[in-house]
C-alpha cells in the first residue's frame, strides 16, 4: 500500500471520527463507562484535535516531506499509556505511514477507542489485518516504543534495553506568567491547566512567576472553570482529600474553593492542585526547565501560546524525542 493510499485512509478514519455512526457513539460511552476519568467532553477533545491536527492529508503530506520512508517493515512493539483518550494515536499513525507491522499493547484504561478504530480500518483494508495486531504481550519484536511513569521505565529498560527503543517517563508541563496577563489569557490558560482534569503530560501543573504575584485575578479567572469540574466525583474527592491533608499539616495555600495553589519546586501537582515558585531571571529559568527533562512544553508569551499546549501538531514529538525519525531508521 502506496502513502496516498494511506493517508486517505487516514483522511476517511477522520471523518468516521467526526461522524454520529452508532457503532463509533456506542465505542464512545464504553470508554466512558469503563473510565471514570473519561468523559464525552474530554473523548470529544480528544478526537477533535487528532482529527484536525493528524488527520488532515495537506499537513499529513507537508509532515512526511521531512523524511525518508523505510523501504522494509519492521516489526515494532507499542506499549501505550492510558492517562488521555486516545493518547497512543501519534505512535500508532507514525507506524502506519511508515508501513511497519506494529504489535499495539493498549492499556486497560484505554482499550476501546483505538481498537474500533482498527476494526474500522480493517474492513475498509483487509490486508491491514496482517499490519497491526493489538496484542496482551509483545515477544520478539525488533524495535519496542513504551509510554509508561518513572517505575514502569525502569522494567522497559531491563525489557528492551537491548532492542531499538524509545521509553518514555513521567513529564507535564508548566505555564510562565509574567504578572500582566488579562483574564482573557488566564481563559485560555484554564484549558490548559483543566483539559482531561490536568492528567496529560501537556497539561500545565505549575505556575512559574515574578516575586510578589497577585494571585487573586488568576483564581477569579480560573474559578468558573474548576468549579465545573467539582461536578465531576472523582476531581472533588481529590480536593477534598488534598485540602484536608493541606490543612492538618499546615501547609499554606491558596483557594478559590475548587482549586489549590501551592507554592512547590516539584512541577507535578495532584489533580485539582496547581503548584507555583517564584522566579527571578526568566531566561534562566526557562533554560533550568528545558534541561530538567521533566517538562513537555512551557506555556506563556515567548512559548506555546496560552489554551494550545492540548493542541499539538503531527510534528510535537513526546519527550521530545522524534518518533518518526526512530521508525525511518530501525
Avoid at 492542585?273 to 530538567?292: C, K, W
Wanted: charged share 20%.
Amino acid at each position: 500500500m502506496n502513502i496516498e493510499k494511506r493517508i486517505d485512509l487516514l483522511k476517511k478514519l477522520g471523518q468516521y471520527m467526526q461522524s454520529d455512526e452508532t457503532d463509533w457513539r456506542i465505542a464512545q460511552e464504553q470508554a466512558c463507562n469503563m473510565n471514570a476519568w473519561f468523559t464525552k467532553e474530554s473523548v470529544d477533545l480528544s478526537v477533535q484535535n487528532i482529527v484536525n491536527q493528524y488527520l488532515q492529508p495537506p499537513l499529513l503530506k507537508e509532515w512526511l516531506s521531512k523524511y525518508s520512508l523505510p523501504v522494509q517493515a519492521k516489526k515494532v512493539g507499542i506499549i501505550m499509556a492510558g492517562n488521555i483518550p486516545l493518547v497512543g494515536f501519534h505512535d500508532f499513525i507514525c507506524s502506519f505511514v511508515c508501513a511497519h507491522q506494529q504489535h499495539i499493547k493498549l492499556s486497560s484504561k484505554d482499550d476501546i477507542l483505538l481498537r474500533k478504530l482498527i476494526g474500522k480500518l480493517y474492513e475498509w483494508e483487509p490486508n491491514l489485518r496482517s499490519e497491526i495486531f493489538i496484542a496482551d504481550n509483545l515477544k520478539n519484536c525488533e524495535s519496542y516504543i513504551a509510554t509508561g511513569n518513572n517505575n514502569s521505565a525502569r522494567y522497559f529498560e531491563q525489557y528492551f534495553g537491548k532492542y531499538p527503543h524509545i521509553i518514555r517517563r513521567n513529564r507535564t508541563s508548566v505555564a510562565i506568567l509574567e504578572g500582566n496577563e488579562t483574564k482573557n489569557e488566564f481563559t485560555e490558560l484554564a484549558n490548559d491547566v483543566f483539559s482531561y482534569f490536568g492528567l496529560g503530560c501537556r497539561n500545565v501543573t505549575q505556575l512559574c512567576v515574578p516575586k510578589g504575584y497577585d494571585f487573586s485575578l488568576l483564581l477569579e479567572s480560573l474559578k468558573p472553570f474548576s468549579s465545573e469540574l467539582m461536578l465531576h466525583h472523582k476531581y472533588k474527592n481529590n480536593y477534598d482529600y488534598y485540602f484536608a491533608i493541606y490543612m492538618l499539616n499546615k501547609v499554606p495555600f491558596l483557594t478559590n474553593d475548587s482549586l489549590m495553589l501551592v507554592e512547590n519546586e516539584l512541577p507535578f501537582s495532584a489533580v485539582s492542585v496547581l503548584h507555583f515558585r517564584y522566579y527571578t531571571d526568566m531566561q534562566q529559568l526557562a533554560h533550568d526547565l528545558e534541561v530538567s527533562g521533566n517538562i513537555q512544553t512551557i506555556v506563556g508569551k515567548g512559548f506555546t501560546p496560552f489554551g494550545a499546549a492540548q493542541i499539538p501538531s503531527l510534528s510535537d514529538y513526546a519527550d521530545g524525542v522524534d518518533t518518526m525519525s526512530f521508525l525511518c531508521s530501525i
